[in-house]
Structures are given as structure tokens and as C-alpha cells.
């Protein structure tokens, strides 16, 4: 269920036998308690499971370029049981234990906090674990990737895992035969590049770069127009606002789909910001705030001030990532109907009223 390689979150709620067991509860999975978070760290290119498969921590191995015992590297001086590493944020220590897989190399981190929910002990923890992996990776010039987070409510058992849907298997059929426009070309690079990504910063980046740009190339083709004395439209873009609505909608954008759109697919688009909303409104009063806080982060300063591993909201992004991917499929398709989609026609407008 969800985006295909746009990053999910699937919670298990234990069930006890007995109806008066306290862990039992009917409310929602997220209060105030303890909590604890497990990441699960893996080598780039190789996953700790298979395409199609979700499991918990304790089924994954885990795997990384950072040797912690002897076994992986004849300097590495920590025991098969690992070592602990004391992080801190807001003034907060947490203590993590750090151990390796059975070849001695790191596979995992884990602590226990106390939290608010699940959102909470996540951020607090990756912000607090974040800036001590940066500084290995720096140091040592390795990657180090968290792969998965596991993070346990102690008092009920409840269990949220983060995953990536696997792309769809796609037949070679259906696309254009003749040669592509050089103009189009570009676009489609760019949304490889997007696809080909493992960090959801880069793919809404190059989703947006794609937006913006086929927006300056209407304004140019405006004033060509204008000048030659045509007129210049394009259909109007506006988001589907209902399930009714979106649904048929989804179907012009992707040949390749599920037999039906799941409730997560859905949901991850119908947010009270774009429902209804014209894409040009959307893309001024959220995407390019976004845009704008990445920018900060990242780019516009001349001396950094902030750590990307606390000021880069990841969840804010991914959340836009699905309402952005459609966006560009929508305006590529209106904007390059020989080469985007030919297969997947518009359905022809209904005819005017006639009279008054």
C-alpha cells in the first residue's frame, strides 16, 4: 500500500487475551509514554530484505561500512556486544547502544525515551543520533544509512515501522515510437534522477525544479504568443478535492497501477491544502515554502549555521512528496501531450450549453 518508493509508516497494535489487561486500549496508538526506538542501519544498494517483504528489527540483520569488532577490522577495538554512545538534544541525554551484526560490523542503534508519541520519540532520538553519524561519515568518508526505525510504545506493545513501497512491474509498451522533444527530454531526466534517489529531499527537489520550470517555459510561450498576436492557454489544473474525484484522476496519470487506488494512496493526497486548490495556489503558499526552508537549510547561507540533521523536517517532506509527483505527471501531460502519456487520453469535454 502507498506511493511506491515514497516512505510509509505501518503500525501494529497488539491485541491480549484477557479484556482487562491495562496494554489493551481503544484510543489511538500515540500517547505519552515510554518508548523504544531501534534504527536499523544497511550498506548502500543492499537491502536487509526482500523487495516485497516488512519486517520487524528483530528479523533484520543490518550491515554498514563501520567496523566495531575485530572480526570486520583488525583495529576496531569494541566486543561483540557493542558499545554505548551518550547523544544529547534540548538539553536531554540519551543514551544509545550501538552493536554490531555477526560479521562486526554496525547494524544497529537503540535507546529508550520518554515521549510524547511516536513522532516525538522518533525526532527527538534522530536528532540526537543524526549528528554523531554525520561526523563518522565525514570523518571516516562512509556512508552511514538508516534503513528502517522501529519504535515500541513499552506500555502497550504498539509498534510503528517506517518502509518504502516497491515500484510496480512496468511492460515496454505503450510509449512513443518517433524521437522525443529535445525539451521534454530534459524533464524526463530530471524525474529519473527524482525516481533514482534514495533521499526524499533530492526527489521533491527535482519534482519541484520540474514544476517551476514548466512554469517559466508557459510564461515564455505567453509572451511569444502575445507578440505574434495568439492567444496562449493551458487546461486548468486544479487537485481533486473527493475520493470520487481523485480516483479517475490518478487513472490519467500512471499506466502502470494497482487493480484499485488503496486507502493510503488516497489519503496521502486529499489534505485540506490542496483540495479543490488550483496547482498554481499550492505551488506558491506550500511548495515553495518548503522549497524556500530546504534552500536555507542547505544552500543560501554562506557560513552554515544549522545542521541539516535538525532543521530538515523529513516527515514534512515526505508528506508533500505524493501531492507533488502527481502535480508534475498532471502539467507534463498538459504540457507534452505527443510525448507524456499518449496512450492515456483526457476524456473530451463536455459541450457547452447552448443558449442562455
Not at 35 to 63: A, I, K, M, W
Not at 180 to 196: H, I, T
Request: glycine share 6%; with cysteine; charged share 25%.
Amino acid at each position: 500500500m502507498g506511493f511506491p518508493g515514497i516512505q510509509q509508516y505501518i503500525t501494529g497494535v497488539p491485541i491480549f487475551r484477557n479484556p482487562d489487561d491495562l496494554r489493551n486500549r481503544s484510543d489511538s496508538t500515540d500517547k505519552p509514554g515510554l518508548y523504544d526506538v531501534v534504527f536499523t542501519l544497511n550498506r548502500p544498494g543492499y537491502s536487509p530484505q526482500g523487495e516485497h517483504e516488512s519486517r520487524s528489527e528483530d528479523l533484520l540483520e543490518g550491515d554498514s561500512h563501520l567496523a566495531v569488532t575485530s572480526i570486520a577490522h583488525p583495529a576496531a577495538r569494541f566486543t561483540s556486544s557493542g558499545f554505548r554512545l551518550t547523544a544529547e538534544v534540548a538539553g536531554e541525554k540519551l543514551a544509545f547502544i550501538g552493536r554490531p551484526n555477526r560479521r562486526g560490523s554496525l547494524a544497529k542503534f537503540s535507546t529508550r525515551y520518554q515521549a510524547l508519541d511516536f513522532r516525538d520519540a522518533y525526532w527527538k532520538c534522530f536528532k540526537a543520533l543524526g549528528p554523531w553519524l554525520s561526523n563518522w561519515s565525514l570523518q571516516l568518508d562512509i556512508p552511514l544509512l538508516i534503513y528502517q526505525t522501529d519504535i515500541v510504545e513499552v506500555g502497550s506493545g504498539a509498534r510503528r515501522i517506517d518502509f518504502k513501497p516497491p515500484y510496480f512491474d512496468s511492460p515496454l509498451v505503450g510509449l512513443p515510437s518517433a524521437g522525443l522533444n529535445p525539451e521534454f527530454r530534459a524533464y524526463a531526466s530530471l524525474y529519473r534522477e527524482a525516481l533514482n534517489s534514495n533521499s526524499s529531499v533530492y526527489q521533491f527537489l527535482c519534482y519541484f525544479k520540474i514544476i517551476e520550470s514548466i512554469r517559466d517555459r508557459r510564461n515564455r510561450l505567453g509572451k511569444e504568443a502575445k507578440e505574434r498576436g495568439e492567444s496562449f492557454s493551458r487546461p486548468p489544473e486544479v487537485f481533486p478535492s473527493t475520493e470520487a474525484e481523485i480516483k479517475p484522476w490518478l487513472d490519467l496519470l500512471f499506466p502502470i497501477r494497482p487493480p484499485s487506488w488503496d486507502p493510503l494512496m488516497i489519503n496521502s493526497l486529499l489534505v485540506p491544502e490542496t483540495a479543490g486548490r488550483r496547482f498554481g495556489n499550492i505551488f506558491e503558499n506550500h511548495l515553495n515554502l518548503l522549497r524556500v526552508a530546504i534552500a536555507h537549510a542547505l544552500f543560501e547561507s554562506a557560513e552554515l549555521a544549522l545542521s541539516t540533521d535538525d532543521s530538515l523536517n523529513i516527515e514534512t517532506v515526505i508528506k508533500w512528496l505524493p501531492v507533488v509527483k502527481c502535480i508534475v505527471r498532471r502539467m507534463l501531460k498538459n504540457e507534452f501531450p505527443d510525448d507524456f502519456l499518449t496512450v492515456i487520453r483526457d476524456p473530451t469535454p463536455a459541450p457547452a450549453p447552448v443558449g442562455t
